[in-house]
């Protein structure tokens, strides 16, 4: 049969592996069903009359999704995501393809109602709870670096002879290794008033040490003599009563004390 301009309105012919519509363009027999936004339409094109290129140029309005060389002509399989109607006119035959949205087919003039049950609420992560314990973390730890900062920065501050002061007299006369601790912040206290590494060294050696230093040669005898009776105390086991251990710091605290007053007043002759 020939037709000299023939309009076809089809919607598609069902292939049993997909939503695709065959269609063939010399000899028509169709199943029809609809034809839906993204189906695939497969043409069976039964001349040569066009290239590959023009063909799919005459499509343009739809995706190309693959174009097959057969004996005869082509098979083209296309789609499109757009409704409506398109024509196409290849040779003397005109090609109208009607894409309908599934949308269409529900017939329905009221609005959708929903259910009307309260859904149960999911899981919800505690955002809220995480945030405020992270705030709460990040309070704390950066006041305890404040702190720590001030602290060590006050102590930094703090001159020897205090430091020396305040440390001794927070010791316990009731503390077994009271003129160990005693005699270490002395250590200490000297070291850093003369600029010297005596922190390790034994009473002989420390007197060794502070003897090339002028400024101490009034209080030699006096620390050589103290360090050796806290070395008693220490080591040979002799019981110590508590008036002996604050008679004791108290000798010290004179030292320390005449220590500072002579190292102010060479820094004042300095100056």
Same mark, same amino acid.
């Given at each position: 049969m020939?037709?000299?301009?023939a309009?076809?309105?089809?919607?598609?012919?069902l292939?049993i592996?997909g939503n695709?519509a065959?269609?063939?363009?010399?000899?028509i027999?169709?199943?029809t069903?609809n034809?839906?936004i993204?189906?695939?339409i497969?043409?069976?094109?039964?001349?040569?009359?066009?290239?590959?290129?023009?063909?799919?140029?005459?499509?343009?309005d739809f995706e190309t999704v693959?174009?097959?060389?057969?004996?005869g002509?082509y098979?083209?399989s296309?789609?499109?995501?757009?409704?409506?109607?398109?024509s196409?006119?290849?040779?003397?035959?005109?090609?109208?393809?009607?894409v309908?949205s599934?949308?269409?087919?529900?017939?329905?003039e009221d609005?959708?109602?929903?259910?009307l049950?309260?859904?149960?609420p999911?899981?919800a992560?505690?955002w809220r709870?995480? *945030?405020?314990m992270?705030?709460? +973390?990040?309070? $704390?730890?950066?006041a305890? &670096? %404040?702190? /720590? =900062?001030?602290?060590?920065?006050?102590?930094?501050?703090?001159?020897p002879y205090?430091l020396?002061?305040?440390?001794s007299a927070?010791?316990?006369?009731e503390?077994?290794?009271?003129?160990?601790?005693?005699? *270490?912040?002395?250590k200490?206290y +000297?070291?850093s $008033?003369?600029?010297?590494? &005596? %922190?390790? /060294? =034994?009473?002989?050696?420390?007197?060794?040490?502070?003897?090339?230093?002028?400024?101490?040669k009034n209080?030699?005898?006096?620390?050589e003599?103290w360090?050796?009776?806290?070395?008693?105390f220490?080591?040979a086991g002799?019981e110590?009563t508590?008036d002996d251990k604050?008679s004791?710091?108290?000798?010290?605290?004179?030292?320390a004390?005449?220590l500072?007053?002579?190292q102010?007043?060479?820094?004042?002759?300095?100056?």
């Amino acid at each position: 049969m020939k037709f000299s301009k023939a309009i076809f309105l089809f919607t598609a012919l069902l292939i049993i592996f997909g939503n695709a519509a065959l269609f063939a363009i010399d000899d028509i027999k169709t199943e029809t069903r609809n034809i839906y936004i993204g189906d695939i339409i497969v043409l069976e094109i039964t001349t040569r009359e066009y290239s590959r290129d023009e063909l799919i140029q005459k499509f343009i309005d739809f995706e190309t999704v693959e174009i097959k060389s057969t004996p005869g002509g082509y098979n083209l399989s296309i789609r499109t995501f757009e409704p409506g109607e398109r024509s196409i006119l290849i040779g003397d035959k005109e090609l109208i393809i009607r894409v309908s949205s599934t949308l269409d087919d529900i017939e329905r003039e009221d609005i959708f109602e929903g259910e009307l049950k309260v859904l149960k609420p999911g899981f919800a992560f505690p955002w809220r709870v995480l *945030f405020f314990m992270s705030l709460s +973390v990040f309070i $704390l730890s950066g006041a305890f &670096i %404040i702190y /720590k =900062t001030f602290i060590k920065k006050q102590s930094a501050e703090e001159n020897p002879y205090k430091l020396f002061l305040r440390r001794s007299a927070a010791l316990s006369d009731e503390d077994e290794n009271y003129f160990v601790d005693l005699t *270490f912040y002395f250590k200490e206290y +000297v070291g850093s $008033l003369f600029k010297r590494r &005596i %922190i390790g /060294k =034994t009473s002989t050696e420390i007197v060794n040490e502070l003897s090339e230093i002028p400024a101490l040669k009034n209080e030699l005898f006096v620390i050589e003599k103290w360090l050796s009776e806290c070395d008693l105390f220490k080591f040979a086991g002799i019981e110590i009563t508590s008036d002996d251990k604050r008679s004791h710091y108290t000798r010290l605290l004179s030292i320390a004390e005449s220590l500072e007053a002579g190292q102010s007043a060479a820094e004042e002759v300095a100056v």
